[in-house]
Every structure is written in structure tokens, then in C-alpha cells.
């Protein structure tokens, strides 16, 4: 029996509500040398095991964007039981058009999802053939009006998407984070956004700004890593109160942080500076 099994089963779920299990996988990169198919492998047998709501794939699926690789990530992600699997593209993927490769075998590349009282809104953040990436202004009205179309503060809000909105470290000379980092960053603060989930360096890290947790994932199965980090993803339980975020490796250990609260009502800072004549 796997550990979340045992957490569920225990006097922890009598005092708070089921939680909604949302697994966060990012990074495969099938087609590099450094790709690894046991990890892949194992980290959907422990997955399908715990059974998440959700899975999201935060892009880098391929090493090029070749259709050939498209077709052998699919189907090593065939085995994954849960029915919502949200993926999104990377700069990997946009490399040689593979978006159109993409969209063949998954569709809109801005995808917008409702489960239960979560929201969440999955962008493409890639460039065709650029390594860095931008969501862009004609964007914006979109998160906006999509977040806005919720039940308030109830509702908890989740933009996913491949490259970084905040730098991270350990990740070398920074040249990661969106060109238009700040502007969304405002978007997704004004929007009252609870959640913003990356990957693409493959080094995992968590950062709040305002009232949001950023949660940038490592890569789950490959070799192209960076320090001491090892292949991981990313499992987050979020309850009517709080969320729990575990970090897994695959075959090995798990990292976590437990009880963070939930914050209902958000506001931005800057938003606050009153003016004083002279
Ligand atoms: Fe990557
Ligand atoms: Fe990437």
C-alpha cells in the first residue's frame, strides 16, 4: 500500500473534507538521450496507484517536437487512468512546428477546465524554435475574463503553463522566466489566482508572491538535471482550507509541506499606495 493511500484512510480525512489530488508531471522530454523510461514508467504506476482527480503535464513532452516523439510519449501516457489529463506544450515541443503535432494529439494548446470549485486555465507559453517564452498581450483579456466567470472566493483559481514566471534557483544564468513576466504576473495577482504551476528548467522550487504559490516542477524522467536534483513531480491536495504539496521521486523519497492555508481574500499591494498632496 502506497503512503497518500494510508493519509486517506486515516482520522486526518474525518476533520477535513476529500480533498481534490492534483498530480503534476512535467518534463519527460521521450527522444533525449537523458530520457529514462523507467522513471516515466514508475512514476504512472504510483500515480494510477494514488488515483488523482487531475493530472497535469506542464509541457516538454518530446526533445524536438518530432511527430515520431509525440507518437512514443503517447504511448507511455496511455496507462494513465485519470480521466481529467490536462497537457500542455513546451519549448521542446514547439521546436520543428511540432505544435502542429501537438494539437493533432491534444488539441487547444489554451485550454480552460472546471472541477468541482477549481478552475484552472493552461496557456502555451511557447515560441515555435525560441527557448524562451511569453504568454503575450492578446492573452490577457482571456485569464481575465475566464477567471472572473467564477463563484468568488470560493473558487480556486490554477494557471499552468511551461516556462517560469519567477526565476529559481539553482537554474544557471537566468533567462527563463516569460518576457512578459511582470505583466502576467499583475494579470494573475488581479485575477485572484491561487495556484500557478511550471516546469521547464527540472528544478523543482515554490515561491509565494501576493497570496499565490508557485510551484515550478522538476522533470520526471529525465537525466538532463542540474546540482543534486533528482527526477521528481509534484502531488498537491487542496482542501476547503488549505493545501498540501508533496514533491515525489520516483522509485525513492518523498518531500512535503503540510497545512498551508488557504487565503480567501487577496489584494494586491501595490494596489494600496494612497496619494498625499503637497
Ligand atoms: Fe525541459
Ligand atoms: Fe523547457
Not at 485550454?111 to 525560441?130: G, H, M, Q, V
Not at 537554474?171 to 495577482?189: H, K, P, Q, S, Y
Amino acid at each position: 500500500m502506497y503512503f497518500f493511500e494510508k493519509i486517506l484512510e486515516g482520522d486526518f480525512m474525518a476533520e477535513n473534507k476529500k480533498p481534490v489530488i492534483i498530480v503534476q508531471i512535467s518534463d519527460i522530454h521521450v527522444g533525449e538521450v537523458h530520457f529514462v523510461p523507467s522513471l516515466l514508467t514508475r512514476a504512472i504506476d504510483e500515480i494510477n496507484e494514488l488515483n488523482p482527480d487531475i493530472v497535469i503535464i506542464t509541457g516538454d513532452l518530446t526533445a524536438n517536437g518530432f511527430r515520431r516523439e509525440y507518437d512514443t510519449v503517447k504511448n507511455y501516457l496511455s496507462p494513465i487512468k485519470c480521466k481529467n489529463l490536462i497537457v500542455q506544450p513546451g519549448n521542446h515541443d514547439s521546436r520543428n512546428v511540432g505544435y502542429i503535432h501537438f494539437e493533432d494529439i491534444y488539441g487547444e494548446r489554451y485550454r480552460s477546465f472546471d472541477y468541482n470549485n477549481i478552475k484552472i486555465l493552461a496557456a502555451d507559453s511557447s515560441e515555435p524554435d525560441l527557448d524562451n517564452g511569453q504568454i503575450g498581450r492578446e492573452y490577457y483579456k482571456w485569464i481575465k475574463n475566464e477567471f472572473s466567470n467564477t463563484s468568488g472566493n470560493e473558487t480556486f483559481k490554477i494557471f499552468t503553463m511551461h516556462h517560469h514566471l519567477l526565476p529559481v534557483p539553482n537554474t544557471g544564468r537566468e533567462r527563463n522566466i516569460l518576457n512578459d513576466a511582470g505583466d502576467v504576473l499583475e494579470v494573475l495577482v488581479d485575477s485572484k489566482v491561487d495556484l500557478v504551476l511550471c516546469g521547464h528548467k527540472h528544478v523543482p522550487y515554490i515561491w509565494r508572491i501576493e497570496d499565490i504559490l508557485m510551484i515550478t516542477a522538476g522533470t520526471v524522467s529525465c537525466l538532463r538535471l542540474r546540482g543534486k536534483i533528482e527526477p521528481n513531480y509534484n502531488i498537491i491536495y487542496i482542501y476547503d482550507d488549505k493545501i498540501d504539496i508533496f514533491r515525489r521521486f520516483p522509485f525513492d523519497k518523498i518531500e512535503k509541506i503540510e497545512g498551508i492555508k488557504r487565503s480567501p481574500v487577496k489584494e494586491r499591494l501595490n494596489a494600496q499606495f494612497t496619494k498625499e498632496s503637497k
